[in-house]
């Protein structure tokens, strides 16, 4: 994280002035997420913590974008703004160019289950259920069929290379396998954004390396908008942008030709 | 997909099998402590009921009033004589009747002394056969009472037994009631019910001799004719009562009761002390309740990164309420269905040992299936609500700080 450098002051230098990101030729789509000069602002009794201090991104369909900062810069904070989790203390998150702050909380929350799969550095998955029954949870929420959820759940464990597990609860699985099915459960209402905070953080090198290729796959094979949330810059590789970010500001944008 | 808000919760609830248990607990004594009450009062209700229709549709009582429920020697001036028999008996529509008169008196033998019930019963076998039938008492040993006897007594099965004066009582021997030497003629069979079954049963006329109430009677039973409305016969009855003692219409100092009625009266008190017994026994399930609550409380601290996590993956507010709200019902349904099987469990033991010691006739214990549905969902219901409050706290939690929750 010491590889950040802090040039292109420019970018939100006094937190306030937004220059809209130019458009590079590759990304002449709509933005699928927008974040247009958020603050985000948490009051701790008589101390203003300003976490995010206007901040604007756009992210595109398609893209595979890494924020990076070290911890406490902001950058879980950035996550909440693009996983729609949180809504912003002053400025604007436009998700498919509709602002978040139209939505109710429930609305939010249906949004976030068919727009956003979440992926996190703890797995998160529900300890009661199988494999298969964790990769079918988010479809409770939205309505699916019974017949087609489960169909859907046990080709995704496939891809995932778990479909000898599928019976298995979360603590009889290794690390790199609840990641795995965290993955999946990730995929099941095939939702345009990924969104994988330190997906390696909990996994051995090995284990990490699986989870990566796995996204990069997606990325490449499905199209997904995958948004990977590191502090670890071996992980940025695997990404078409980097965003670093420090102190709520994001410091500077950097694109991978390759990736 | 209601499924799916049965089976989380389920799981949910396996998963802490020793802190499932001991909510489960305070449920289980609740609902256990108000079924068995309530199927002991019905057993009670039941018996009791059994025990009037047993005296027969078509029958009617008729006492001084104030002694509806003890019949027996009136200590106030209303009293009522043969002659109010002979009026009764005199009513269109009334088949027969007969008077009888009871009070407790010191009974003497084997140089022992305790007070029973003497009563004083008429010596014609039709008027005794409509007594004995409304009150089941059959000849086991020895005979009836009859027309000639003075100073002769039948006993209740009870004085067979060497336990009410140190010795069984036999067929010749001699009883002292108020001092006054009773031969035993009769032993009567076992009824199941101690009052009964220590019966001593006099001639009338010795009765209003040896006691000093002379024509008196207690109790008069008429028994109606075929296929005649009892009640109306017993308006009947209450006018021409009216009439013979010179009362005008409200003051009547005398009561004519169907057996229903006299049931009701049994029943009604019953009742009363039922509710009351409930009541105290639905304060332990209140304190199962908060049981309940507590644990969904901390449930809901222990799952909160899980609730955020749901809300991540799309879970609406509405979504977590249900799912938590659904787990406290189940400890609810839970504690209500063991509660239901060992309180109807209990009543049944507590049933057969009642009849085993005392006799058949007060208590007769039977499952009630609207009772056993109506607790468990009840007991569900009372879960959800105990629930509730934590699980609104949970639907309610911030997603961001529910997943950094550790």
Redesign the interface.
């Given at each position: 994280m010491n590889k950040i450098k802090k040039t292109k002051k420019n970018y939100n230098s006094n937190g306030r002035t937004y220059k809209p990101e130019k458009k590079s030729e590759k990304h002449m789509k709509d933005p699928i997420i927008s974040v247009r000069d958020v603050w985000k602002t948490y009051y701790l009794g008589e101390n203003v913590l300003n976490v995010l201090k206007g901040v604007s991104l756009d992210i595109f369909p398609g893209e595979f974008v890494s924020i990076i900062g070290p911890s406490g810069s902001g950058k879980s904070t950035m996550m909440?703004m693009v996983?729609v989790?949180?809504i912003p203390t002053k400025g604007k998150v436009l998700l498919k160019g509709k602002d978040i702050a139209q939505y109710s909380?429930?609305g939010l929350?249906?949004l976030?289950?068919?727009s956003i799969g979440?992926i996190?550095q703890q797995f998160?998955l529900?300890?009661?259920?199988t494999a298969l029954?964790n990769v079918i949870?988010?479809t409770?929420?939205?309505?699916v069929p019974?017949k087609e959820r489960t169909k859907r759940a046990k080709k995704l464990l496939e891809i995932v290379g778990l479909s000898d597990r599928m019976r298995h609860k979360p603590n009889e699985l290794s690390g790199g396998q609840q990641q795995r099915v965290a993955i999946a459960?990730a995929l099941i209402?095939n939702p345009e954004i990924i969104l994988a905070d330190e997906p390696t953080g909990n996994l051995d090198s090995i284990s990490g390396k699986q989870v990566m290729d796995l996204l990069s796959r997606l990325h490449r094979e499905e199209k997904k908008t995958i948004v990977l949330v590191t502090h670890d810059i071996e992980l940025v590789k695997y990404s078409s942008r980097k965003v670093y970010i420090k102190d709520g500001i994001i410091q500077k944008i950097t694109h991978n030709h390759h990736g | 997909?209601i499924k799916?808000?049965f089976?989380?919760p389920w799981?949910?609830i396996?998963?802490r099998k020793l802190r499932s248990w001991l909510t489960l607990l305070g449920v289980i004594i609740g609902i256990a402590a108000v079924v068995s009450l309530i199927t002991l009062g019905q057993g009670l209700q039941n018996a009791i009921e059994k025990q009037f229709s047993a005296l027969g549709e078509d029958k009617l009582f008729i006492t001084a009033k104030g002694s509806a429920l003890t019949p027996g020697l009136s200590t106030d001036a209303v009293k009522i004589r043969d002659k109010d028999v002979k009026v009764v008996g005199r009513v269109s529509d009334v088949r027969k009747t007969a008077g009888m008169i009871f009070t407790t008196a010191r009974i003497e033998f084997n140089d022992n002394v305790r007070y029973f019930v003497v009563s004083g019963m008429p010596t014609d076998p039709e008027e005794r056969a409509l007594l004995g039938e409304a009150q089941s008492y059959k000849i086991e040993s020895g005979r009836s009472l009859e027309k000639s006897d003075r100073f002769k007594v039948v006993v209740g099965f009870e004085y067979t037994q060497k336990g009410l004066f140190g010795r069984a009582v036999e067929l010749g021997d001699s009883l002292l009631i108020l001092n006054q030497e009773f031969k035993v003629v009769g032993i009567l069979e076992r009824i199941g019910s101690p009052p009964d079954d220590q019966s001593l049963l006099i001639p009338f006329d010795t009765f209003g001799d040896v006691f000093g109430t002379g024509d008196e009677v207690g109790l008069i039973v008429a028994q109606v004719q075929p296929g005649e409305d009892t009640s109306a016969v017993g308006d009947e009855i209450t006018k021409e009562l009216r009439k013979s003692r010179g009362l005008k219409e409200g003051e009547e100092d005398f009561s004519v009761q169907t057996p229903e009625q006299l049931s009701a009266a049994f029943t009604t008190i019953l009742d009363i002390v039922q509710v009351v017994l409930v009541g105290i026994a639905a304060i332990s399930l209140l304190v199962g309740g908060v049981g309940i609550m507590n644990t969904m409380y901390t449930a809901v601290l222990q799952r909160t990164?899980?609730i955020g996590?749901?809300?991540?993956?799309?879970?609406?507010?509405?979504?977590v309420l249900t799912l938590f709200v659904v787990e406290s019902g189940f400890y609810g349904l839970g504690g209500g269905l063991i509660g239901v099987i060992l309180g109807i469990g209990f009543a049944k033991l507590v049933g057969i040992i009642f009849v085993a010691v005392v006799g058949p006739a007060f208590l007769s214990v039977e499952v009630n299936y609207s009772l056993v549905v109506g607790t468990l969902i009840f007991s569900f219901v009372i879960g959800c609500l105990s629930g509730l409050a934590p699980a609104r706290r949970a639907s309610q939690l911030n997603?961001?700080q529910s997943?950094r929750y550790e």
């Open positions: 909440n996983g989790l949180d909380e429930s929350a249906q976030r289950g068919k979440f996190f998160n529900i300890p009661t259920l029954e949870f988010p409770i929420f939205q309505g019974e459960r209402n | 997909m799916d808000y089976q989380l799981r949910e396996k998963r990164k899980e996590v749901m809300k991540a993956l799309g879970a609406k507010n509405s979504h997603p961001v997943l």
